[in-house]
């Protein structure tokens, strides 16, 4: 992992660290304070996420000391949308859904890749809609190289290194969610369940996507 975000940063400068402040993204984050890498580190604040959420920007500015963007939607689409449709109106809607994400996360998320030569995501493969994700990617939407360094990582490797390394964490974990997203779409989940059951629970395994990680990103070729 180090060493393929050492790569990044050399041949893809400029290079970001889109941050969700997942224990994925956590780990990266901390892999990239430790090696000193020039590689930014931004944030999507949707203005629905969790208090719990929001306290780690906070924290891992302090606790690493580097700087961390955050980008919000556009406040007249978010008015927009709740004007027309209702605040809550994606819950058993998939179109209005994936339009609340548009707005909250697809639209903050270009302009953060704005300039970009590569954007880095703390993704895994899991047995629903990311069974197949590769390390490197092309992503034709935005135009620039796409890494997945934890692709093939389990969620117990994880969580070894948040442990093993100290990693601040967000304290909904504790609390039995595994994949946190929004407030009003993520829930716990059960121990059987798959690691995002609680991610728009209401919706079909195979739709359970927001948007930033286009389901056909360009070819997938796996890094060396």
Same mark, same amino acid.
């Given at each position: 992992?180090?060493?393929?975000? /050492?790569?990044?940063?050399?041949?893809?400068?400029?290079?970001?660290?889109?941050? /969700?402040?997942?224990?994925?993204?956590?780990?990266?984050?901390?892999?990239?304070?430790?090696?000193?890498?020039?590689?930014?580190?931004?944030?999507?604040?949707?203005?629905?996420?969790?208090?719990?959420?929001?306290?780690?920007?906070? @924290?891992? +500015? /302090?606790?690493?000391?580097?700087?961390?963007?955050?980008? @919000?939607?556009?406040?007249?689409?978010? %008015? +927009?949308?709740?004007?027309?449709?209702?605040?809550?109106?994606?819950?058993?809607?998939?179109?209005?859904?994936?339009?609340?994400?548009?707005?909250?996360?697809?639209?903050?998320?270009?302009?953060?890749?704005?300039?970009?030569?590569?954007?880095?995501?703390?993704?895994?493969?899991?047995?629903? @809609?990311? =069974? *197949?994700?590769?390390?490197?990617?092309?992503?034709?939407?935005?135009?620039?190289?796409?890494?997945?360094?934890?692709?093939?990582? =389990?969620?117990?490797? %994880?969580?070894?290194?948040?442990?093993?390394?100290? $990693?601040?964490?967000?304290?909904?974990?504790?609390?039995?969610?595994? /994949?946190?997203?929004?407030?009003?779409?993520?829930?716990? $989940?059960?121990?059987?369940?798959?690691?995002?059951?609680? *991610? !728009?629970? !209401?919706? =079909?395994?195979?739709?359970?996507?927001?948007?930033?990680?286009?389901?056909?990103?360009?070819? =997938?070729?796996?890094?060396?």
């Amino acid at each position: 992992m180090i060493q393929l975000l /050492s790569d990044i940063a050399v041949r893809f400068s400029p290079a970001a660290l889109a941050s /969700s402040l997942s224990a994925e993204d956590m780990v990266l984050t901390d892999a990239i304070a430790r090696a000193g890498l020039p590689i930014e580190v931004f944030v999507l604040d949707t203005g629905r996420l969790h208090a719990d959420t929001l306290e780690l920007v906070a @924290t891992v +500015r /302090s606790h690493y000391g580097i700087a961390v963007q955050v980008y @919000t939607p556009d406040a007249d689409a978010v %008015v +927009r949308y709740a004007s027309r449709h209702g605040r809550d109106a994606f819950y058993g809607d998939l179109e209005l859904r994936q339009h609340c994400c548009e707005i909250r996360k697809v639209g903050p998320l270009k302009r953060a890749l704005a300039g970009k030569r590569a954007w880095i995501t703390g993704q895994r493969k899991d047995a629903n @809609t990311r =069974s *197949r994700l590769a390390v490197r990617e092309y992503d034709a939407l935005n135009g620039l190289e796409k890494f997945n360094p934890l692709a093939d990582w =389990s969620e117990t490797q %994880v969580w070894d290194y948040i442990r093993g390394h100290g $990693v601040p964490y967000n304290r909904l974990y504790d609390q039995g969610y595994r /994949s946190i997203g929004c407030a009003p779409c993520t829930r716990p $989940v059960l121990p059987h369940e798959n690691v995002r059951a609680g *991610r !728009w629970w !209401w919706e =079909s395994a195979d739709k359970k996507e927001c948007g930033l990680h286009a389901a056909k990103t360009g070819e =997938s070729v796996h890094a060396g």
